[in-house]
């Protein structure tokens, strides 16, 4: 695509102006983007003020990039009659009939009757009635908008805007743009409507002066509107689309940007940290022949392979290993160690939990005694003594396998030549821990391995994990049969009871699990309690364990091990079960309280059965009455197996802020793109990144100037960029 002539030239302007966040810290005025608000006309000192604090809008460009975030048809209006329950916002015309005062202390509210031709409704308010009833003049009409909700055969709408009627002649817009505001802005009249109309203002003030962001390449490769227009669009949207193109193009454009950023700090770190060249397989081969218990599944050989290449690659390897509950990610880990120390390395492996570290360590001791390798666990409860003992053969280089704790972090933990580390259930761990581990090798960082059976979407995976390399364990060992999954009532306890009770006959084992959550915890822990008397009484014959975070790490270990010996049928626990721990034999998983837990939560839960060879069983308990989030949660696990669905769901329910892991990654900054919808795109955006990166990583060629700049600008403004590092 050809430059213009002046390109080069007005390099130097441009570099200063385009749309830039905050700066907190007052600085020469550069760009009338960077003026402070309260200069636009309508707004002043007083309304500025609650924009800063209650928006956090300090200049023009803050309030360019303060998007609507849906928009009203504010054309159409519908008759009472009309009404249904899917209606998110409804605009009704109708006259008031009659206005009470209905209930007393907290629960009174005004209630207005209204009607149409077509029949009856209620408005209601709970608050700032006197306001309320100043504005509604019996038997005056107006347009009433808000979502409609049905109470036994009434119809009800919960705080309606309302507009006097003759504002229905006026030329009314289809794509009326709704901005996030609070209480406080809306009494000074920056109302949504009130943040439209400075907007109207601002807006042919800085336009001529909006810069494009994205080369002229990508806008045409992924035909894209300019960056002016998309601006225009989105705050005042002439046509549908035109508003989808708008949409899409300030979409594309976060997406685009984080992931360069993510995929710059991914080929720095490759480029800066030499790894150590790990490519014997012969400590492996005698494995595989000799020892191997059973056949790999193929996606565990893949995985593997993935893993061997980065290993001898000479660049040291930060990959993610995602596999649902019981795809064997321990065996591929194994594996991988088994690479390392054939090839004179040392490795551990470091659990969340002391209870999966115990597990782990029994689980690899048995491979690596069959294979003659030293082996030692490390957690909080380890004895001086031992610890003594274990430093020093570390040191020495003679321990081969550590397994633990993050007591593995520790600064006196010190190797040898710690080739490999790997981390299980990352979402447990930070980056500043992975960090800690990359320190334990001074001359090479040790190659890091990731392993994590919370599922991600794949969006969401390469967002997060943008710096990651990402494996997929996609199958489970043959011979498995899926989990059963039901959903029962409180009231069906005697029939679940007998089902147990069954089970056990046949030889199994049950988890019943309790929530227990911190803001709740000892009326958590007494229903717990009361649990376990009940399921004493109901079954006086069988051995019982129980585990809950309040008892100390030895006495859970004991009733642990009691459970995975098979000396108890029955175990009683929180959640502190949730991760990792393997009993075989335990084919029924009851979740008390199942509308308490979130969804990758149950999953987890679910995955303590159905690794054996038996059918399993999951039986979700919980009340009659469900809200609509909970409901969709418990269908969804009845519904299926297969944690990404799963995964899917529930980034859908929750938004991605409030996954794991979510608020250290930068992405719930996007203003306007959202993860959990708009995949396609984000892929489309990484591609890009990715081809620029790939053919000028410098940014040097004219066309990538546009981005350049945008870079640079975000370094300087640094609200967003600052998290990741
Ligand atoms: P997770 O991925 O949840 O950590 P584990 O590594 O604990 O799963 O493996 C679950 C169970 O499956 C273990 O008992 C393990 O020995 C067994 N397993 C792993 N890989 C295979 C395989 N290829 N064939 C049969 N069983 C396997
Ligand atoms: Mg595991």
Redesign the pocket.
């Known amino acids: 695509m050809p430059l213009p002539d002046n390109f080069l030239q007005s390099l130097g302007k441009i570099q200063r102006s385009a749309v830039t966040c905050s700066t907190h810290n007052p600085k020469p005025l550069s760009t009338i983007f960077e003026t402070r608000i309260e200069y636009l006309k309508g707004v002043g000192p007083q309304k500025a003020e609650l924009l800063n604090k209650e928006l956090g809008i300090f200049t023009y460009g803050d309030l360019l990039q303060h998007y609507p975030f849906r928009y009203e048809d504010r054309s159409t209006f519908l008759k009472i009659k009309d009404l249904h329950e899917e209606l998110e916002h409804v605009q009704v015309m109708a006259r008031i009939k009659s206005i009470d005062l209905v209930g007393m202390g907290t629960k009174k509210r005004l209630v207005a009757v209204v009607v149409d031709e077509t029949g009856e409704m209620e408005m209601t308010w709970f608050k700032g009635i006197t306001w309320v009833l100043k504005r509604l003049p019996l038997g005056g009409s107006f347009i009433f908008l808000g979502k409609p909700a049905l109470f036994g055969r009434k119809w009800s709408m919960a705080h309606p805007e309302m507009e006097p009627i003759a504002a229905a002649n006026e030329a009314r817009n289809k794509f009326q743009p709704v901005y996030s505001t609070t209480e406080k802005l809306k009494i000074r009249f920056l109302d949504s409507r009130g943040i439209s109309r400075i907007l109207e203002q601002l807006l042919p003030l800085v336009y001529p002066q909006i810069q494009e962001t994205l080369s002229p390449g990508i806008l045409d490769q992924y035909r894209l509107m300019g960056k002016k227009e998309a601006i225009r669009q989105i705050h005042f949207p002439s046509s549908p689309e035109g508003l989808s193109q708008a949409r899409k193009r300030l979409k594309f454009e976060e997406f685009f940007y984080l992931q360069l950023r993510l995929l710059t700090l991914k080929v720095t770190r490759t480029e800066k940290s030499r790894g150590q060249v790990l490519g014997s397989t012969q400590l492996l081969t005698g494995f595989y022949t000799q020892h191997l218990?059973?056949?790999?599944?193929n996606a565990?050989k893949r995985v593997i392979r993935e893993i061997f290449e980065d290993m001898k690659s000479g660049k040291q390897m930060n990959r993610l290993i995602q596999?649902?509950?019981?795809?064997?990610?321990?065996?591929v880990a194994f594996i991988s160690m088994l690479l390392a120390i054939g090839s004179g390395a040392q490795t551990c492996l470091m659990a969340p939990t002391e209870i999966l570290a115990n597990q782990h360590y029994e689980?690899l001791r048995q491979y690596a005694d069959s294979m003659g390798l030293q082996i030692a666990l490390l957690t909080g409860s380890t004895k001086k003594a031992a610890r003594k003992v274990l430093h020093e053969a570390l040191q020495s280089g003679e321990l081969a396998l550590l397994v633990g704790t993050h007591a593995l972090l520790e600064e006196v933990v010190q190797f040898k030549n710690l080739g490999l580390a790997i981390v299980d259930e990352q979402h447990r761990f930070g980056v500043a821990q992975r960090a800690k581990l990359w320190a334990k090798n001074e001359q090479y960082q040790p190659h890091v391995l990731v392993?994590t059976?919370t599922p991600i979407p794949r969006t969401l995976a390469m967002s997060l994990y943008g710096d990651l390399d990402v494996s997929v364990?996609d199958e489970l060992?043959?011979?498995r049969k899926p989990i059963q999954t039901v959903h029962r009532y409180d009231k069906d306890r005697l029939k679940v009871f007998g089902f147990m009770q069954e089970e056990i006959k046949k030889g199994r084992q049950v988890y019943i699990v309790y929530p227990l959550i911190e803001e709740s915890q000892s009326l958590d822990l007494k229903n717990l309690m009361d649990g376990y008397e009940s399921i004493a009484r109901a079954f006086p014959q069988v051995p019982l364990s129980i585990v809950h975070g309040g008892m100390k790490a030895d006495a859970k270990d004991y009733e642990m091990q009691r459970f995975v010996k098979g000396e108890t049928k029955i175990m009683v626990a929180t959640t502190v079960i949730e991760v990792?721990v393997?009993v075989?034999n335990a084919s029924v998983m009851i979740i008390e309280n199942a509308e308490r837990f979130g969804l990758s939560q149950l999953h987890q839960l679910r995955?303590r059965v159905g690794?054996g060879a038996e059918q399993s069983y999951c039986i979700l308990m919980s009340k009659v009455e469900l809200g609509r989030d909970s409901r969709i949660r418990l269908d969804t696990l009845v519904r299926t197996n297969d944690g990404f669905e799963i995964a899917d769901v529930d980034l859908r329910l929750r938004g991605p802020g409030d996954l794991m892991g979510t608020q250290q990654s930068g992405i719930t900054d996007l203003l306007i793109a959202d993860l959990s919808k708009d995949a396609p795109l984000l892929t489309l955006a990484r591609d890009a990144a990715q081809q620029v990166l790939a053919t000028d990583p410098n940014l040097e060629d004219p066309q990538h100037f546009p981005i350049l700049r945008q870079v640079r600008q975000q370094k300087n403004t640094a609200v967003n960029w600052s998290r990741i590092s």
């Open positions: 218990p059973f056949q790999l599944t565990q596999g649902d509950v019981g795809s064997g990610k321990t065996m689980g392993m059976a364990i060992p043959a011979g990792g393997n075989p995955g690794r």
